[in-house]
Structure formats: C-alpha cells, structure tokens
C-alpha cells in the first residue's frame, strides 16, 4: 500500500485478555519494526524483523509479548494477559534501508 | 550504547518566528544517520529531516534546517517562519551500525502561538 496501515486505531480490552495488533508496511520494505510510546514518553523500541526473522527482540519487555511476520509482509503484535502497563500507542514503522522510517498512525490499546 | 537527549522538554515560539530544539547524542560510530520526526495529535510520525554524519554540509527542507556539529555530537533543528501546523512533539533519532533500530530521545513538545 502507499502508507504503513495499523489495526485497530484504538483497543479498549481487559485486564488479562490477550490483543492482537496489526502492521501492514509498505509494499517491498523488508525492515519492520514496533515501538511503543507510553504517555508523554519517547519511543520504546521492541521488537524488529528483517524479512520475516526477528534479528533483535531484545526491547520485548516480557515474555506475555510475541510478534510474527509472514511472507515479508504483515506483522502481528500480540499481547497475552494484558496488564494495565501495558496501555500504550503501539507504532509500527517500515524501511527499505537508511532513509529512515515510515511510520503507520499507531493502535492505542487502553486496558481497563 | 547510543543514547538520545533532548532537554527541552516544551518550547514555545510565536507565529512567524524562529525556534531552535536541541538535541545531544551519543555514539562510538563514526558512519550514523540523524533524524528529526514530528508528531501531531494524528500520533503519526512524520520524518523532517536526515543528515549523514558523514556529511559535512548542514541538511536543509524548506523551513527546516539542522546545525550538526559532529564533534561536539550535537543535532539542532531550526524552524524558520513558524506556523501554526508547526504544533506538534519532536523527536530527534540516531541510526547507527550498533544497533537494528532508531534510537529516540523523549522528545520536545512545541506550542506555537498566534
């Protein structure tokens, strides 16, 4: 597509339900990556993939998160037993190299 | 480790004037890429601007500009003619060989005023 697309744009679930998120890039960026940015805070890297391999998982705060890619294309961001913490703006980017990011306009998940 | 600082945490500046938002970093890289992203209310990051730490010359878009001073690891940016639509956060970024992904700073949040 001509942008990076997110769903759902905003996600109200219960405390110790799991979500899913979705990041569709752009056509032909094999770089993805998902962020999250709590309230009034920067950007939180956590998790990026090349491809459909995730060479760096390393800012996955705990093991209730996983992502996934298939077919070099879309990614799923899923959060097992959500926690209120966890409330956030989930943004997910694509690149095709250093020209930087394109961001998608993020799913806000609130966990009540 | 790369590390990312931006110490204003809120600026404001007036219709049609200029502002200058800092930002400080920190690499054992000699090659990196630095950006300026801006995000409005929409939450949609939107890339400003890039410099190549390797280039000397200053990167320039429009109304932007930066003032990158590599030895001192400094990355300013400039907003000439400020504009209403100027509103928004500001988050400078460093792209280095270390790492896979952008690393932020916290940003800085811009008030333009009438």
């Known amino acids: 597509g001509a942008g990076v697309s997110q769903s759902p744009s905003n996600k109200v679930t219960e405390k110790g339900k799991d979500v899913e998120l979705r990041c569709d890039p752009i056509?032909?960026?094999?770089?993805l990556y998902w962020y999250r940015q709590s309230l009034g805070q920067g950007l939180e890297f956590l998790i990026y993939?090349?491809?459909?391999?995730?060479?760096?998982k390393s800012g996955l705060p705990s093991d209730r998160f996983s992502a996934e890619r298939t077919g070099g294309s879309v990614s799923t961001l899923t959060i097992q037993r959500t926690q209120q913490e966890d409330s956030a703006v989930y943004l997910c980017?694509?690149?095709?190299?250093?020209?930087?990011?394109?961001f998608g306009s993020g799913t806000r998940l609130t966990v009540v | 480790a790369q590390t990312v600082t931006q110490s204003q945490p809120e600026m404001s500046v007036q219709e049609a004037e200029t502002v200058t938002l800092s930002c400080t970093y920190d690499?054992?890289?000699?090659?990196?890429?630095l950006f300026w992203y801006k995000q409005p209310p929409s939450r949609q990051m939107i890339l400003v601007i890039r410099?190549?730490?390797?280039?000397?010359q200053n990167a320039t878009e429009n109304r932007f500009s930066v003032n990158f001073q590599k030895a001192a690891k400094s990355f300013s940016l400039k907003i000439s003619d400020s504009q209403l639509g100027d509103a928004a956060m500001y988050f400078c970024?460093?792209?280095?060989?270390?790492?896979?992904?952008?690393?932020f700073g916290k940003g800085t949040s811009l008030l333009v005023t009438p």
């Open positions: 980017a694509s690149s095709l190299g250093e020209d930087g990011y394109t």
């Open positions: 056509s032909g960026h094999t770089a």
């Open positions: 993939f090349q491809g459909n391999s995730a060479p760096d």
């Open positions: 690499t054992s890289e000699s090659d990196y890429y």
């Open positions: 410099q190549e730490a390797y280039k000397q």
């Open positions: 970024a460093l792209d280095s060989n270390s790492g896979y992904a952008l690393n």
